[in-house]
């Protein structure tokens, strides 16, 4: 697991989105008990920006109604996954136990990941993307890219042609972003779309579990120290 940032809150400054009060639910509790703050953070940072983005999106089109629509399954997605512990790169594949999944790093990761792809589609095109080199990451990659979103695959329409991005970050944050996604979607269509989580490829499956705390930790220190994003939890 990775270790507690310099970052983090105390849990007397860090507060979730939700009343911990009434927390009833496993994955609640564990995000109101975590002692560094840093899921307390990240649940109010990911409610704070997918509430304002949605807010940014008008109503009386029915391009703004297509993307609202989307982003709300999105948001649906996401505390789905979050309230089942749905991570996969969280362990080595010989240690892989259900445990390790209901986990601080498991939650962790799904808000990193969720803010992370919103933060891409705001700023996902086509065009960016030749202009990124980003199919050329994955050009010569070992299987098609089936899938070009990543964990939550769905195009949220429309959303990049709104120009959010710089509402919402800075640009240090972007390229941070770029490259968490390209590896991201590489591995989702190596292990997930052509289902190759199996003992044949443990080595490359620990390798990208140990490559993905790298770039996790890249996430939150980016996130972290983003004074536009941190602006929407009023610091």
């Known amino acids: 697991m990775l270790a507690i940032s310099a970052n983090a809150q105390s849990p007397k400054e860090a507060k979730p989105s939700f009343d911990c009060a009434k927390a009833k639910s496993k994955v609640e509790k564990i995000i109101c008990n975590d002692e560094s703050g840093e899921l307390q953070k990240l649940d109010r940072l990911y409610s704070k920006l997918y509430f304002s983005i949605l807010k940014s999106i008008p109503k009386d089109t029915k391009e703004g109604q297509k993307t609202r629509e989307k982003l709300k399954y999105f948001n649906h997605s996401v505390m789905?996954?979050?309230?089942i512990f749905?991570?996969?790169?969280?362990?080595?594949?010989?240690?892989?136990?259900?445990?390790?999944?209901?986990?601080?790093?498991?939650?962790?990761?799904?808000?990193?990941?969720?803010?992370?792809?919103?933060?891409?589609?705001?700023?996902?095109?086509?065009?960016?993307?030749?202009?990124?080199?980003?199919?050329?990451?994955?050009?010569?990659?070992?299987?098609?890219?089936?899938?070009?979103?990543?964990?939550?695959?769905?195009?949220?329409?429309?959303?990049?042609?709104?120009?959010?991005?710089?509402?919402?970050?800075?640009?240090?944050?972007?390229?941070?972003?770029?490259?968490?996604?390209?590896?991201?979607?590489?591995?989702?269509n190596y292990f997930l779309v052509d289902v190759r989580i199996n003992e044949a490829n443990a080595d490359l499956f620990d390798e990208a579990v140990e490559k993905y705390k790298i770039y996790y930790e890249k996430l939150y220190q980016a996130f972290t120290k983003d004074k536009k994003l941190n602006k929407l939890l009023g610091n």
């Open 80 to 83: 789905s996954n979050r309230n």
């Open 86 to 188: 749905q991570c996969y790169f969280v362990a080595p594949f010989e240690t892989k136990k259900q445990d390790d999944r209901q986990s601080n790093y498991c939650i962790k990761q799904i808000y990193l990941e969720a803010i992370a792809t919103l933060a891409f589609k705001m700023i996902d095109s086509g065009v960016n993307r030749e202009r990124w080199g980003f199919h050329e990451r994955m050009k010569d990659f070992v299987v098609p890219i089936e899938n070009s979103n990543g964990a939550y695959d769905m195009n949220i329409g429309f959303l990049s042609n709104y120009n959010l991005f710089n509402n919402f970050f800075e640009n240090t944050t972007q390229n941070i972003v770029i490259d968490f996604m390209a590896y991201n979607i590489m591995q989702w």
